[in-house]
């Protein structure tokens, strides 16, 4: 413990990056990702065994990266923080072995932490990238969550940081995974979801009209089902017509991108129209993308709410230090940590933390 603020060292090995991350109270000292990208290009998604062979040889190096990178010793070290879910069962279970381990060695506590409370609480740090200064947020809350990624896209309410009620998510795919998906038939590679954002980049969004799911449902949840559907027919249209060019895949980007925040924007409007909050946050790997950014930023200013999102890409994706931030309010509200064993949760809901 240093200034009073515990440093924590916190590990994330959900899906396909090997994370590991050290941060000291509210700021970040080091967040090391070593990715599987390459790896599973070649599936065109992750493929679980692989992804667990890579958390076993990425673990140990990527630990001793972040140690390094802190300037802290592994003595030095207060907490261990570790993803217990939600994700993929074989990848969690690598991190969460390590971690009890390590605090069985280092003999300090282990703290269990929700993978999509990390994403929520990735907005809070709002540690300036060159100074490393960090500015203690406090936020108005009632805030809402935005989470969108490839495995989630929820609306989630916060009275309190660490409580959590789930106002709406996807039935089906995340926005992120129909951006990969649909990205894939157009052969941008793994994950397209970044690529989509490159080539809509001034291009037509109103080119190829896509339909707005969900209208007529009272409900603030989503689907992006339809949107793949209609994405593979006009797709296969396209190249029967052997219409699918360079700038037609441009401007087809620019319309799947549009089409699938319209969809978030309009059930957002909804949930905003009928419930009373001060904040509106984005997170996930999704929350990355300038024009989700933008259209947030308009609806937030419709409402008159504070908008925040990380101000980092890499706090975006999948990373430990979100791990280690969401651990250190949990050092605020309780002291003890007694885990001895951890089990994964892969479906873990947020309103069970
Ligand atoms: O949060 P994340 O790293 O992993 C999950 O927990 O799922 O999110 C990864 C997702 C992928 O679907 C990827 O295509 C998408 O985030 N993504 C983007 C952008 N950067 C990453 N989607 C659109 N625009 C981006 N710039
Ligand atoms: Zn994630």
Known sequence: MKNNLPIILAIDTSCDETSVAVVQGQKVLSNVVASQIDLHKQYGGVFPTVAKQAHKDNIEPTILAALKRSGFTKQEIDYLAVT????????????????????????????????????????????????????????????????????????????KIGEYKKLGATLDDAAGECLDKVGRLLGLGYPAGPVVEK??????????????????SKDYNMSFSGIKTHSRKAINKLEEADKLDKNTIADFCASLQYGVFRHIIYKLDKLLSENTVKEIWLGGGVAANQSLRKELRKIAKKFNLKFRTPYSKKLCGDNAAMIGLAAYYKTQAKKNFTAKSIDRKPHWSIENI
């Open 199 to 216: 080539l809509a980049k001034n291009r037509d969004p109103k080119s190829h009209p896509f339909p707005l799911p969900m209208t007529t």
């Open 84 to 159: 217990r879910g939600p994700g993929l069962a074989p990848a969690l279970e690598i991190g969460i072995q390590k971690t009890l381990e390590l605090g069985k060695v280092w003999n300090i506590p282990v703290i269990p932490i929700n993978h999509i409370e990390g994403h929520i609480i990735s907005v809070l740090n709002q540690a300036n990238s060159k100074t490393k200064k960090v500015e203690i947020i406090k936020p108005q809350l009632p805030a809402l969550s935005v989470i969108a990624s490839g495995g989630h896209t929820e609306f989630i309410l916060m009275e």
